[in-house]
């Protein structure tokens, strides 16, 4: 009796290697069957088997679905069966996604994040008043506490002021304002004065026994 070897780099690629080559194979067999009706029961008898090989599908919403659209790549689009959903196309499978547009940074205040920079393009969409007003204070505040979180010191509200106005373009402009922001101890976060105070530990000389100190030498 001999036996056929099988190599993994004589067999075809699969597909979805998630599946095994088991199933491809059963995918493989069902194209290969010549009634219609056939075809549609083994079809539907591979899609519960690749139903049970992943069952983290059935959290996924419309998982029946996905599991036909797999079967059909697979299948390479050739199978010929009455699917519950309407079969997908090969071109609507290799259609690339349109480009993300590329995310704007902080420019050179990067420790401010690109919230700030949100946060500064709604205050400019406002109409002026005492909302707007308190926003962009709220703003400054906010991006003080962005800095000192960063560079761990203390700050001048003057450079503060300069930045934001940088960031606004000129647009919102408190240098000349002789309202002053929160001081930096309100805006630090509290350090943990336990961990300072626990720091010095008092250690006791260890106690010996006294009693062989009688003995004879």
Known sequence: MTFDLEYNSERPLMIIPEYGRHIQKLVDH????????????????????MGNLQPHLRDVPDFKHKLWDQLYIMADFKLDVESPYPQPSKEELQ????????????????????????????ALSWEDGDKKEALVFTIANHMKKCYLNWNKDTVDDAVIFKHLFDLSDGKLDLRETEEALSETKNLLRKRNSQGQNNAKTTFKKPQHNNQNKNRKR
């Open 95 to 122: 259609e690339k996604p349109e480009g993300l547009a590329y995310p704007k940074s902080a420019s050179r205040y990067r420790y401010y994040g690109n919230n700030i920079q949100t946060m500064i393009d709604i």
């Open 30 to 49: 069902c194209l290969a069957l010549e009634t219609k009706e056939e075809r549609d029961k083994m079809a539907k008898a591979i899609v519960d088997v």
